[in-house]
């Protein structure tokens, strides 16, 4: 079945930086969409950026962009998140979702915080 599996959540000062992976497996990776989503304490779940099934198209929410870069390695079944210029309103639950299929992997938090 569809599986996927974050990593590269922890603490991290405001101003620093983090990548967070996803790994999928159960599916023809290459072949389909990946994004990220968040939520914050108390707020709903946005997304966060989308990432193309070749990978050449890529789309952020305004409050990540030029901070944020979504990537992925077809060869490896994984996507990426290179997070930049930390905010303490970054501070969330990271998700991995498939749009395809309507799978989300279990989270990994980021803290931004001194």
């Known amino acids: 079945q569809v599986q996927l599996v974050e990593s590269g959540g922890g603490l991290v000062q405001p101003w620093g930086s983090l990548r967070l992976s996803c790994a999928a497996s159960?599916?023809?990776?290459?072949?389909?969409?990946m994004t990220w989503y968040r939520q914050a304490p108390g707020k709903e779940r946005e997304l966060v950026a989308g990432?193309?099934?070749?990978?050449?198209?890529?789309n952020y929410a305004d409050s990540v962009k030029g901070r944020f870069t979504i990537s992925r390695d077809n060869a490896k079944n994984m996507v990426y998140l290179q997070m930049n210029s930390l905010k303490t309103e970054d501070t969330a639950v990271y998700y991995c979702?498939?749009?395809?299929?309507?799978?989300w992997g279990q989270g990994t938090l980021v803290t931004v915080s001194s």
């Open positions: 979702y498939s749009p395809h299929f309507g799978a």
């Open positions: 159960g599916f023809t990776f290459s072949r389909f969409s």
């Open positions: 990432i193309g099934s070749g990978g050449g198209s890529t």
